[in-house]
């Protein structure tokens, strides 16, 4: 399971998608998630669909990574898919069998919000895949800008969204190894009653725990030796560049926004 979270991973390319200001990235994403609730027939979610499978072979990101990220919320999806199909009774009866009928406004419904929650992980997933965490901040810190004449801590809350998602894999990969070194020991966490696979986890937790807390005292030494004062004065390496493509991109939303909103079923 450990290996299937791709949350912070980042693919180096050359894709337009690679290519883009992370200012254009994040906000095409927020448009995204506004998009994608504007979806209520099947021709709207095809367009969704047509939409998501042109960003994934626009970014030129492996398949497997994508498969890599949907494979842990397979069991949320289906859970869903069930839940709407039990719940929902809407329209005609399309399979009846004792106490379970099976409504066609609930498959229907199943389905949309299935799909729903495929596209938003598809679509985020390329953020992060395409976008290194340095980039994610100064795109974050640029957009949230203006809140500083209100006193907020912009540069600090993207710093610490950058270091969270810079130390996902590493935690991750901390993890496995005490998992493992733990299995050594005669733990198991994937057999037995749940009440013993919950104890079994006590021992992995603290030391992760311990080590996560060290971990977060380097970092904190290390840029405090280095001289790190917060945002005031500080200058950047690269200089973010908004271009057509950027502009493009915003465009093909707000167009696909207008189409869904046509098309949409009242």
Known sequence: MLDNVIIGQYIPGCSVIHKMDPRAKLLSIFLFIFVVFLAN????????????AGAM?????????IYKGLKPIFLIVIFTFILHIVMTKQGDVIYHLGWLKIYEGGLRQGVFISLRLVYL????????????????????????????KIKLPVHEFALMMSISL????????ETEKIMKAQMARGAEFTTGPIKERVKAF?????PLFISSFKRAEDLALAMEARGYRGGEGRTR??????????????????????????????
Not at 42 to 49: E, P
Not at 125 to 148: A, C, Q, V
Not at 166 to 173: E, G, W
Not at 237 to 260: F, G, N, P
């Open 41 to 52: 027939n099947w021709l709207t979610y095809v367009l969704l669909g047509i939409f998501a």
């Open 57 to 65: 072979l626009s970014s030129q990101v492996s398949l497997r990574y």
């Open 121 to 148: 992980v598809v679509i985020t997933s390329l953020l992060t895949l395409t976008t290194t965490p340095i980039d994610i901040t100064d795109g974050l810190e640029y957009l949230l800008s203006p809140f500083k």
């Open 166 to 173: 810079r130390f996902i894999p590493t935690l991750l990969q």
């Open 202 to 206: 006590v021992p992995l937790l603290v």
């Open 237 to 266: 390496l690269r200089i973010l560049e908004w271009k057509l493509r950027d502009t493009a991109s915003l465009l093909i939303l707000l167009a696909l926004a207008v189409v869904l909103f046509v098309f949409r079923t009242h």
